[in-house]
């Protein structure tokens, strides 16, 4: 094989274009389930679930599926629910775009906000703020 020929094969570069783009599909088919109410378990419609991104194998074969619970949802809660109507879910979700294979669905936490929360509170610490110097601090002032 010459070396452009192998050049499609490299998993560094992370996923190709189609992965993203049938992600984004598949993202958005679950977020208007999600939106319109559709699925039929109490413990989904009680809680108000959003679907930040979903990655998928590079054989389209696989998508997890990253869900974030708003106002204080209990995250565990609701991927529990998401998996007990998985089935169901990848049903409308190969009715509503259009691929060979419907992907097998995993849903996980997606907890980047809540990582996100934790740096910024971090630098924002009196440890952190000790460190910064004199023009740094009269800055943000």
Partial sequence: MSKHASRGRDTARGPSQRQLRVGELIRHAI????SRGEIMDEAVTA???TVPEVRISPDLKNATVFVTPLAGGDPAAAV???ERNKRWIRGQVATRINLKYAPD???RFDDRFEESARIDALLRSPEVRQDLGPDDETAED
């Fill in 80 to 82: 529990k629910a998401l």
């Fill in 105 to 107: 669905l995993v849903f």
């Fill in 47 to 49: 809680l108000m679930i």
């Fill in 31 to 34: 977020a208007d389930l999600l």
